[in-house]
C-alpha cells in the first residue's frame, strides 16, 4: 500500500544541546556530521530514522537507543502500525535526498518537502520477513568495517 511521509512518520526538529550537554552524559548527541557530544537526558527514546536538515542531508542514521539531535537533524515518531522503524530505514536510504536540496550554500531539507514522500510499504508481516534477511547481511557488514577500522588503526 502507498503512504505519504507524513502517514507513517512524524518528523521533528532537534533542539539545542547547550542545556543537556555535559562530560558525564551518556545519552548521545547527534548532529549530521554524526557524534558531537553526551547529554544527561534523551530528547527521544525510541527507534528513529535521522535525517540531515542542514549540511549532511544525504546520510540518514537509524538509532534504537535513547538519544538528543541537535537542530541540524531532524529526528521521526514513527507509527509501527503501519511500518517498522529499520525498514523504514531502508527505505530512506534508497532515496537520493540530494536532488530534494533546497538551500543555496548549504544543503538543507524542509519537512514539508519530506512529508511528500512516497513509499510502497508492504504488510508488518512482510516488512519482518524481509527484514530478516536483510539483516545478518547489515550485521556481517559493521562487523566487518568494524574489523577493517581495526585493521587500518
Known amino acids: 500500500m502507498k ?5 507513517i512518520a512524524t ?4 533542539k539545542n544541546q547547550k542545556k543537556v550537554v555535559s562530560e558525564d552524559g551518556t545519552i548521545p548527541i547527534y ?3 554524526g557524534l558531537m557530544a553526551y547529554a544527561t537526558e534523551a530528547l527521544y527514546d525510541k ?3 535521522l535525517i ?25 515518531i514513527i507509527n509501527e502500525n503501519i511500518v517498522r522503524p529499520r ?23 524542509r519537512i514539508e518537502t ?4 512516497e513509499f510502497d510499504i508492504p504488510t508488518l508481516k512482510e516488512q519482518d520477513e ?16 568494524m574489523i577493517n577500522d581495526n585493521l587500518a588503526a
Open 87 to 109: 525498514f523504514l530505514y531502508y527505505l530512506m536510504t534508497q532515496v537520493d535526498l540530494l536532488q530534494f536540496n533546497e538551500g543555496t550554500t548549504i544543503p538543507s531539507l
Open 11 to 14: 518528523i521533528k526538529y532537534g
Open 130 to 145: 524481509i527484514l530478516s534477511k536483510l539483516e545478518p547481511i547489515a550485521e556481517k557488514i559493521e562487523l566487518n568495517t
Open 114 to 117: 519530506l512529508n511528500r514522500f
Open 31 to 33: 548532529g549530521t556530521g
Open 52 to 76: 540531515g536538515r542542514k549540511g549532511t542531508i544525504s546520510k540518514i542514521r537509524y538509532v534504537t537507543h535513547p538519544f538528543w539531535t541537535v537542530d541540524t537533524l531532524f529526528y521521526t
Open 47 to 49: 527507534p528513529s530514522v
Open 3 to 7: 503512504y505519504k511521509l507524513k502517514d
